[in-house]
Nanobody, 120 residues
Framework: QVQLVESGGGLVQVGGSLRLSCAAS????????MRWYRQAPGKERELVAG????????NYADSVKGRFTISRDNAKNTVYLQMNSLKPEDTAVYYC?????????????WGQGTQVTVSS
């Protein structure tokens, strides 16, 4: 059974930091690109950061570059999102996503989300 379980969300003041974790099980974690998305009330879900399976290259939304860092530990089947210098506009539900794509096959798994609230 595939599971992605996020943790680490909460309430933080402007300028503070949080570290989100996403523990994966039920699939070969090291074969999947991992991503963090977020969705604020009334807005569409947006990609925040991603890290590839093999070379572990990373990409970030412009709005979080220089403040957020995505990393993964394949031995622990876990992906992290370190969030620093948080702003009120970072308030959202953050979702972990596992993505696998090869010729003819595309798979996506999602976590249940964790709330991040940044107070001013």
């Amino acid at each position: 059974q595939v599971q992605l379980v996020e943790s680490g969300g909460g309430l933080v003041q402007v300028g503070g930091s949080l570290r989100l974790s996403c523990a994966a099980s039920g699939f070969t974690f090291s074969n999947y690109d991992m991503r963090w998305y977020r969705q604020a009330p009334g807005k569409e879900r947006e990609l925040v950061a991603g890290i590839t399976s093999a070379r572990r290259s990373t990409n970030y939304a412009d709005s979080v570059k220089g403040r957020f860092t995505i990393s993964r530990d394949n031995a622990k089947n876990t992906v992290y999102l370190q969030m620093n210098s948080l702003k009120p506009e970072d308030t959202a539900v953050y979702y972990c996503n596992a993505h696998f794509a090869r010729v003819g096959v595309s798979l996506d798994y999602w976590g249940q989300g964790t709330q991040v609230t940044v107070s001013s």
